[in-house]
């Protein structure tokens, strides 16, 4: 089963779509695409907080 993220589910106007077949997958281009797109830093990208918004836009399916 696939997964998906899109930029615009956390309310940032992008067309990017990451997919992947797990979280861990995702998530390494979700950070390498929030940090050359959007211009997003290491610590920003770790935060708490940041992590449940990006997670919380995963769909699966
Ligand atoms: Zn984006």
Do not use: W
Not at 29 to 52: F, R
């Amino acid at each position: 089963m696939a997964m998906t993220f899109a930029c615009r589910d956390v309310g940032v106007d992008c067309p990017y779509v990451a997919r992947g077949e797990t979280e861990e997958e995702l998530m390494v281009d979700i950070s390498k695409h929030a940090k050359e797109v959007h211009g997003y830093t290491d610590e920003q990208l770790n935060d708490p907080e940041m992590m449940k918004k990006v997670k919380a836009a995963i769909k699966e399916g």
